[in-house]
């Protein structure tokens, strides 16, 4: 079972539209989880960071369900600029700060 | 807004060649990682070096890496002997603490 797993997509959706990604992991000893994004050949740019209690930051929630193991993002009002590979990513406890990502979803928002 | 810089931005070598790929962290932070990505493929962990030392490592990174900080601003990732499966895009990253990492813009590395 892959460490972290998300949506294959892509998604393609129309401007204004609200889109939600998925992700699960299966190491229940990770401490922190985020979501980046990735625009092509390009560096991964950290998005927010996911807390279990829920948080937001402006368009976008991020979502933490420890139990499930179960970690979404929700994007609101969708733009043209949202367009990206969105890559959950979660740390693991005690093993350096290594960062393990997901395959990464890719998101297209078409006007 | 402070950043982490690479260099070379792409760099071609022949297969059994060394290589060395440059980063300069963001100035305050202690923790510093390498990652790579082979193309198509998902961000792989690498290394992760802190207070001049290996904190952990990944299957991948074998003897033929090794990694340095040689003065107060630079930390490099150094392959002795490039093979064709080590093409990818690798990419250097730092932080405050073990939790949000901020990534370099990559340097692509093409072997012959």
């Known amino acids: 079972r892959k460490e972290v797993e998300q949506d294959p997509g892509p998604f393609n959706v129309p401007e204004g539209a609200t889109v939600a990604f998925n992700c699960t992991y299966s190491?229940?000893?990770?401490?922190?989880f985020f979501w980046y994004r990735q625009d092509c050949r390009k560096e991964p740019k950290l998005l927010m960071s996911?807390?279990?209690s829920g948080n937001e930051d402006g368009r976008f929630t991020a979502q933490l369900n420890r139990a499930s193991q179960y970690i979404s993002l929700l994007i609101r009002d969708s733009k043209l600029s949202d367009s990206a590979t969105y890559l959950c990513?979660?740390?693991?406890?005690?093993?350096?700060?290594?960062?393990?990502f997901g395959q990464g979803t890719e998101l297209s928002v078409k006007p | 807004e402070p950043e982490v810089t690479q260099t070379p931005s792409h760099q071609v070598t022949q297969m059994g060649q060394e290589v060395i790929l440059r980063c300069v962290p963001i100035?305050?932070?202690?923790?510093f990682y390498w990652y790579r990505q082979i193309l198509g493929q998902k961000v792989e962990f690498l290394v992760s070096?802190?207070?001049?030392?290996?904190?952990?490592k990944s299957e991948i990174f074998d003897d033929q890496f090794s990694v340095e900080r040689p003065d107060g601003s630079n930390f490099t990732l150094k392959i002795r002997s490039t093979k064709l499966e080590d093409s990818a895009m690798y990419f250097c990253?730092?932080?405050?603490?073990?939790?949000?990492?901020?990534f370099g813009p990559g340097t692509r590395l093409t072997v012959l």
């Open positions: 100035s305050n932070h202690l923790y």
């Open positions: 070096f802190y207070n001049n030392e290996i904190s952990e």
């Open positions: 190491n229940s000893a990770s401490q922190s």
């Open positions: 990513v979660s740390i693991p406890y005690n093993q350096g700060g290594k960062l393990i």
């Open positions: 990253a730092s932080s405050v603490d073990y939790n949000e990492q901020f």
């Open positions: 996911v807390y279990s």
